[in-house]
């Protein structure tokens, strides 16, 4: 069983904003650019392969990310932060190389464009960082995802304290499997190393969920165009998981 698509955020809902997204060319972050454009906002796509509509910014880069926001004109109104890369190994098989990858990735790179954006922000915005249910509690064989992951939920949380009183709300989000590339990727590496056909593995990510299906990068999406709407407009620090009940 799959699930519909999200419907389309109400229309106008973002009306006279400013979004960046970054991890933009794929999966979630490329659904939730559709999505803030659908709502009305003006939106600049990001991710580390620049392409046609898509500016190019490494995250872990601190110049990069410095540049970013430096030329941005204008300047974005709201962020939300999607890139980041997973990989599953035993942790006896995880090499250095590969835990700084995913922790530079997905940890220092939520720091730098959550540092960077609020450093030159005038005035009251929204950051929504892409965590993950695997940031609130831990998954085998998902060492270095998970801690990168804890990571950025306890940075959100520290950020969503301090940036309050700015009128700056700080939230994340926090899926369990999605239908994307990234996880496709983490299915055929779990396949190679187990040897479960690839379509077992995808058929159990389904039938874990009690909503009886994976969610699709859109319903991750529709959730990050309401946390940057006025509608949660007192949602602040908070982890909001979008995981069919899987974790409750």
Not at 36 to 59: F, K, Q
Not at 135 to 151: E, H, P, V
Not at 157 to 177: D, H, K
Not at 218 to 241: I, K, N, W
Request: net charge negative; charged share 20%; proline share 5%.
């Amino acid at each position: 069983m799959t699930g519909a698509v999200a419907s389309a955020p109400a229309e106008g809902l973002l009306r006279g904003r400013r979004m960046l997204v970054t991890g933009a060319a794929s999966g979630i972050g490329k659904a939730v650019v559709e999505a803030c454009r659908r709502a009305g906002a003006e939106t600049t796509a990001v991710d580390l392969h620049p392409s046609e509509g898509v500016v190019g910014c490494d995250v872990r880069s601190e110049s990069a990310v410095m540049a970013l926001f430096r030329t941005a004109d204008p300047y974005p109104t709201d962020v939300v932060h999607c890139a980041g890369i997973a990989s599953t190994e035993p942790i006896e098989d995880i090499s250095l190389e590969l835990w700084h990858s995913i922790i530079e990735t997905n940890l220092t790179g939520s720091f730098l464009i959550g540092r960077e954006f609020v450093r030159s922000l005038n005035g009251p915005g929204t950051v929504t960082f892409i965590a993950s249910a695997g940031g609130l509690r831990g998954a085998a064989n998902y060492t270095a995802y998970g801690a990168s992951k804890f990571g950025v939920v306890g940075l959100m949380r520290c950020m969503a304290l301090e940036l309050a009183p700015r009128g700056i709300r700080v939230n994340a989000v926090c899926p369990s499997g999605v239908r994307t590339p990234m996880v496709e990727g983490t299915l055929e590496q779990e396949a190679t190393r187990t040897g479960v056909p690839i379509d077992v593995l995808r058929r159990g990510e389904d039938e874990v969920v009690p909503l009886g299906h994976m969610a699709e990068p859109e319903d991750v999406a529709d959730v990050c165009v309401f946390l940057a709407s006025d509608l949660a407009r007192h949602v602040a620090g908070a982890a909001l998981l979008v995981d069919g009940a899987q974790n409750a």
